[in-house]
Structures are given as structure tokens and as C-alpha cells.
């Protein structure tokens, strides 16, 4: 008698996947269906992929990167039926950071930072398995805010949980 297949939702924290993998390496443009299907195996019913990020901000040094990022945001979105987009905040201000060899003592930087995604994703991983919508989840992310999450998923709602750490191939 076969094994009922797993319904399998994968848990993608875009930043960490593009910094990890995509940024420094040959690829830039990743089938994430393909992908993950190949990876999870015959025992895994890929249901769903749920990506996690934030719309990034033009800067002068590389004024085209929000529409690289939101047209791969659309090939996704037309070539991966099983992708669903969750959106975070993407901030970028000016600061004053010590220097490490002064003087000066400081100077003025800006400082990026991506807010939500992690947060949403950890909420998201709790709900469906709340609501019973997974048997198993993959979590592709190096971020450790996720692991109180996992946990929690894992040991009072008996979900099987996988984990990807995105990292450079380098």
C-alpha cells in the first residue's frame, strides 16, 4: 500500500535566498516550483510556495534594481502558479556609524533594512498549520528569529518540518 503523499507549503525569505545564493552566483533567474519539486521529492505534494520580501529601493549606484526585482516578481508570479507573494517593508536611511580606524569617529552612511518578511513568514507557518492546510513545511531561510516558530509548529501541531539554509556558493 503507497504512503499518502505530504501536502508540502515551502517558505522562501526572498532576501536571504538572493544575498545566500543568487547575488554573487550564475543564476539570477530561479523556476522555484521546478526547484523545489526537485528537491522535495515523490513523497512531497508542493501545494503551495509562499515568498516573503519587500520592495527594494533604487539607489544611485544601482538605480534599475527595483525593476529587475519586480520583473522577476512577475515572471513568478505567471510562470509558478503554486508561487503566493507576501510583501514586507523596505527602508533606507541616512545614519552616523562609528568608523573602525578614525578618525573621523563617524560617518554618515546609509543603512538599509527589510522589515515584515521574517515576521510574516513565522506568522504564516503557525496559521497554516493552525488551520491544518500542511503536513510538512520547508522553511528556505538562514534567519534564527524563525526557529520559536518552527518549533512551535513542530512540536504542539506534529507538522514535519524541513529546512534550507540559502547559502553562497562561493
Not at 541616512?94 to 527589510?114: D, G, W
Not at 516558530?149 to 547559502?167: D, N, S
Amino acid at each position: 500500500m503507497n504512503k499518502p503523499k505530504l501536502r508540502t507549503i515551502v517558505y522562501v525569505d526572498e532576501f536571504n535566498v538572493y544575498y545566500g545564493q543568487v547575488k554573487n552566483g550564475p543564476y539570477k533567474w530561479l523556476d522555484l516550483t521546478k526547484r523545489f519539486k526537485a528537491v522535495l521529492g515523490e513523497e512531497n505534494d508542493l501545494i503551495k510556495i509562499k515568498y516573503f520580501t519587500a520592495h527594494v529601493q533604487p539607489t544611485d549606484r544601482d538605480p534599475q534594481i527595483n525593476t529587475r526585482q519586480d520583473t522577476y516578481i512577475r515572471a513568478l508570479e505567471v510562470q509558478c502558479p503554486e508561487v503566493e507573494i507576501h510583501l514586507g517593508h523596505f527602508l533606507r536611511h541616512r545614519v552616523f556609524a562609528e568608523n573602525a580606524n578614525p578618525p573621523p569617529n563617524k560617518s554618515e552612511i546609509y543603512k538599509t533594512e527589510e522589515k515584515g518578511s521574517d515576521v510574516n513568514l513565522a506568522l504564516h507557518v503557525l496559521n497554516d498549520a493552525w488551520l491544518n492546510l500542511y503536513d510538512c513545511a520547508v522553511i528556505v531561510s538562514n534567519d534564527s528569529d524563525l526557529a520559536t516558530a518552527i518549533r512551535l509548529a513542530k512540536e504542539h501541531l506534529k507538522k514535519v518540518i524541513g529546512l534550507i539554509t540559502p547559502r553562497n556558493a562561493d
